[in-house]
């Protein structure tokens, strides 16, 4: 009979310590307390089975997220598959950033393009409920992984399919946030790791010999038509494409531009704004100023 700490023992053997944790406690359906408290739970012949045709998959790099269906981001748990990209921590920041924004709107707009899992527009609406959220992607697989993720935190965000601006028309927004496919069809990075088990699509624009950058210069192009005067960009890119990206957007006829590292310190998220004044910031202002006055 295999028992539950014996199995987490056979697993960390073979795969990353934490992950093999994981598994266990997923196969077991247990928590890390029940791992330490009760090692000597057994597990049934079906769940030993299962537990190593999930570290086989691990060993050969299948993401931790696929194996166990969800991962953590900005404090929630979201559902993943082999549809979407696993969302990344560094992605957090642009979250952050974003809210950091939101907070002095009364009902903002907000776009989150190439949404994915998901994982940006929820947070935002989980965090700024008073938003507006839109969240595009041009992929109908993941927009069913997106809708899952909505419902399982309770929030009603407008999901759409198409390509990048395509199904919005003429919409404005105060807010639009992006982490599109970035990486170089060149990178040798697309081969490692967990990569070659995320779609493509998510992960690169799929130009031969390009920089990585043909979706981010269809978002940046396309965002003084898309936003309201004052209103924000703030799109994620690779480690060396922060000074591209700067370009582009100064291109774009935005302002205030600036990029923030992630927590490793790597170049990882800029933002630029729409010049203008925006009229709901103004009434803001002019209501701080009169409670001043009395
Ligand atoms: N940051 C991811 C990686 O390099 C790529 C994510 C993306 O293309 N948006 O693995």
């Known amino acids: 009979m295999t028992t539950i700490g014996e199995a987490w023992r056979l697993a960390r053997q073979r795969i990353d310590r934490l992950d093999a944790r994981l598994l266990v406690e997923h196969v077991a359906s247990c928590s890390h307390a029940d791992l330490l408290a009760h090692p000597g739970r057994p597990l049934s012949a079906l769940q030993v089975r299962q537990l190593e045709a999930l570290v086989q998959r691990r ?7 696929h194996l166990v269906g969800s991962v953590g981001f900005y404090g929630r748990e979201f559902s993943v598959s082999a549809d ?34 998901g994982v940006l527009a929820v947070s935002l609406k989980c965090h700024c409920p008073q938003a507006r959220v839109v969240a595009v992607d041009l992929s109908a697989a993941a927009l069913v992984v997106a809708r899952m993720n909505a419902a399982r935190h309770g929030v009603s965000i407008r999901f759409i399919e198409g390509d990048w601006y395509g199904p ?7 807010l639009i946030v992006a982490n599109p ?9 697309l081969a490692s790791g967990g990569l ?9 624009d799929g130009v031969a010999g390009g920089d990585g950058l ?32 700067r370009q582009l957007l100064q291109e774009a006829g935005l302002t205030g531009i600036a990029t923030w590292p992630d927590l490793a310190g790597i170049e990882r998220v800029s933002a ?13 202002d002019g209501f701080f100023f009169q409670t001043h006055e009395l």
Do not use: K, N
Request: with cysteine; proline share 9%.
């Open 84 to 117: 979407v990209l696993v969302p990344r921590p560094e992605t957090e920041l642009l979250v952050e950033l974003a809210l950091e924004r939101l907070r002095a709107l009364q009902e903002p707009a907000v776009a989150d393009l190439g949404t994915g899992s």
């Open 59 to 65: 060993t050969s790099g299948e993401p931790l997220a």
């Open 196 to 204: 070659p088990f995320e779609p493509r699509m998510a992960l690169t």
């Open 168 to 174: 919005l028309g003429g919409e404005r927004f105060d």
């Open 181 to 189: 496919p970035y990486v170089a069809m060149s990178d040798p990075h």
């Open 214 to 245: 043909e979706c981010t210069r269809v978002i940046i192009g396309g965002a003084a038509m898309h936003l309201l005067p004052g209103g924000w960009l703030l799109v994620e890119h690779g480690h060396d494409q922060g000074e591209a990206v």
């Open 272 to 284: 630029a704004r729409l010049p203008g004044s925006r009229d709901r910031e103004s009434q803001q």
